[in-house]
């Protein structure tokens, strides 16, 4: 069997690797706070997945909970940019993000299918991301009123600060939300997940119910799971054949060996590329 030849090609914002040949692409967009060197450190399932055949394209765009029409329009015309100067075949594409990440993932994918641009995304992958930005708004208040845990209220007073400022409350700007949010369970606004019904979805998030009690005092309604749940079952409705839920158990291990369920190690690696691969 012939070895695979990789090639590594580094440009501003993002780092590619490309397998020849190749049989599939991988975009992953960071977490909040994220970069390339963190992806690359804690997704686990990114080693060695170039001898798949699998190339990626790993970016380092970060600090977004939802993209403006003028971020959406610049993400995409970077991506064509990327693929066209180095020569990358347009299909097979799969685009996924881990926290904030994903919900960038979704809203590039929606875009991209809605403008019918060159770059069509075959699948997408959301890691336990916080795609209900009025969910989001409502558990941040609770985790500073809960004060459960330091970590969870400074992000909790972090996030409810940041969406007042630039999105406004629930209370008085829903419309916003249901405008910017990948999702809204209270409304239950497809506004962007309907382009995603005929491509492959997976929703990924590890409820482990008895930390989540333990060291944030959350139950399953507070958790991303809960959202990424009902968008689910909404896609099931609009007539999705081909996304999948998935809830795993005990791989919520980061990089440091801190047990913790948001992760982007609950992406079980032998399962991606399966699935990245299937040629239905």
Known sequence: MKSQEIKTIKGDHFELKVASPQKAILILFPCYPCNIEHTQTEAKFLKDIEKQGISTLLLDYNQKLYLTEAE????????????????????????????????????????????????????????????????????????????????????????????????????????????????????????????????????YCEPDLDWQLKNKNRKYEDLNAYKLESAYHSLLNIGSHQVEFIKTENRGIRANGQKHPHSWNIVEPESLIHWMLQTS
């Not at 400074?154 to 629930?170: C, N, Q, R, S």
């Not at 419309?175 to 309907?194: A, Q």
Request: hydrophobic letters at 35%; proline letters at 4%.
């Open 72 to 203: 959406k329009k610049k993400y995409t015309e970077t991506l064509n940019t990327i693929f066209n100067e180095n020569n990358i075949k347009k299909e097979n594409i799969f685009i996924g993000g881990f926290s904030s990440g994903g919900n960038v993932a979704l809203l590039v994918s929606s875009y991209l299918i809605k403008t019918g641009n060159p770059i069509q995304p075959k699948g997408l992958i959301v890691v336990d991301s916080p795609i209900d930005l009025e969910e989001l708004y409502k558990g941040a208040k609770n985790d500073v009123r809960k004060n459960k845990d330091a970590e969870a209220a400074a992000e909790g007073k972090f996030l409810v600060d940041l969406l007042e400022k630039e999105i406004g409350t629930p209370q008085n700007d829903i419309e916003k939300y249901k405008n910017y949010s990948p999702y809204l369970v209270s409304s239950n606004s497809t506004n962007h997940i309907k382009y995603l019904k005929n491509i492959k979805v997976r929703l």
